[in-house]
């Protein structure tokens, strides 16, 4: 197994009205009998889904400005990486999905404008390999977002069948917008969300958290301002758009009657869900059905203390299995060197982007008995960041480059 009319002239004017989306006015006659077999006579409200693909629009916003120099390979392997994850869903789904693709940079002070289309709107399978990225000047972070959202949006307004994937990408703080502001931005954001649009921020270098509260978009994760932090939040990246690919697919291959409102809750869900929760919590005394419990062994599976223990009594880790799925827990063996660990970490790495379906709580494996420090162990589950369904401890993220728990 391997998941607009245009809002400028309005926000800058006008605080736009609040709608209560989930009234709805069935105009039925109340002394009418009932007919259990009657179909909704608003097709436009109700219809079978079958047959239909969803119409996935990635906007990708990426800062371009002088900050960025010394990331810029990083980044430019990161659309790169980014443009063929897309390119890999179009043609595992092209059943259920259609796939375009734009693509925005954004500085000020040299001798271009400050907010670029670099792609747009282009269908997938005609997009090539990107290069035109050169850092300099300043950082209109709003003017780049709340040009290219409503760009987009004017572009998809009459599509049933539209979803909006928006990734952002910076490392500074606004400072050379001219048309838009942090409120406006705002309210753009929150409308968007209500009608299903995905949002996801990768921020470095500045107050990451304070910023995107701002703005109202909960998808967060602050990388490290060097190459390593900045090329694995492209990982991160990669592996939500996979997992948000696929939760479309499901939408759009299930045969029921479906509710334009109905599809776009399911939007709404899929958007919160983008980043899914993938720190391991502290202290784990519970394990939901299909979570795993992965902890340290030692390859004769004398499950005798620490975590490897707690296993045993707690989650049906099994006395002499030292490696490997035990009741709801993985044990992986740290003890007979870092060759043989790093070899067991790629086995379990193998195994859970098998098992998609299982969510593995990665534990401090190798950082007690075995006497590893996190900084010689954590870089061994680097090729777990692209999978949406292994968690790591936040110290394990944080090696890595990555502050996920926002």
């Known amino acids: 197994m391997s998941k607009l009319k245009s809002f400028f002239n309005q926000f800058g004017k006008n605080e736009p009205e609040t709608e209560n989306d989930n009234a709805v006015d069935s105009g039925n006659d109340k002394n009418a009998p009932a007919d259990d077999n009657k179909q909704p006579e608003n097709t436009e409200e109700r219809k079978n889904n079958t047959g239909n693909k969803a119409h996935i629009y990635n906007l990708i916003i990426v800062d371009e400005s ?38 925005v940079t954004f500085d000020s002070g040299a001798n271009r404008p400050d907010v670029r289309t670099m792609i747009d709107n282009q269908p997938i399978a005609e997009v090539k390999e990107f290069s035109d990225y050169m850092p300099h000047g300043c950082t209109p972070l709003y003017d780049a977002m709340g040009q290219s959202l409503t760009k987009l949006r004017d572009s998809i307004k009459d599509d049933d069948n539209a979803s909006a994937v928006v990734t952002v990408l910076t490392d500074g703080l606004e400072n050379a917008s001219r048309e838009w502001n942090a409120r406006s931005l705002r309210l753009l954001i929150e409308q968007l969300k209500e009608e299903g649009w995905s949002f996801s921020y990768m921020g470095s270098a500045h107050n990451v958290k304070e910023v ?41 291959n299930d045969n029921s009657m479906m509710s334009k409102e109905e599809m776009i809750q399911r939007k709404r869900q899929f958007a919160s869900e983008y980043y899914g929760r993938r720190v391991t919590p502290d202290h784990i005394d519970h394990l939901e059905s299909n979570e795993i419990f992965v902890f340290g062994s030692n390859v004769n599976g004398h499950h005798a203390g620490g975590a490897a223990a707690f296993a045993m009594n707690r989650f049906g880790a099994v006395w002499g299995q030292g490696e490997g799925l035990q009741g709801q827990s993985y044990a992986i063996p740290t003890m007979e060197g870092m060759g043989s660990m790093r070899e067991a970490i790629e086995r379990f790495r193998m195994f859970a982007d098998q098992h998609q379906e299982l969510r593995f709580l990665v534990t401090r494996i190798g950082c007690g008995i075995a006497g590893y420090t996190i900084e010689q162990v954590a870089p061994l589950f680097k090729g777990c960041i692209y999978l949406e369904n292994v968690c790591l401890p936040a110290d394990f993220w944080k090696v890595l480059g990555l502050k996920m728990d926002m």
């Open 212 to 252: 995107t509260d701002l703005l109202s978009i909960d998808n967060v994760v602050e990388f490290a301002h060097d190459q390593r932090g900045a090329g694995n939040t492209w990982e991160r990246e990669k592996s939500s758009r996979r997992a948000y690919y696929s939760k479309m697919a499901c939408m759009y």
């Open 66 to 103: 002088g900050s960025m120099s010394h990331l810029r390979q990083a980044t430019l392997s990161g659309i790169n990486e980014t443009i063929n994850t897309i390119r890999s869903a179009q043609e595992e789904f092209v059943e259920t999905q259609e796939h375009r693709l734009t693509l």
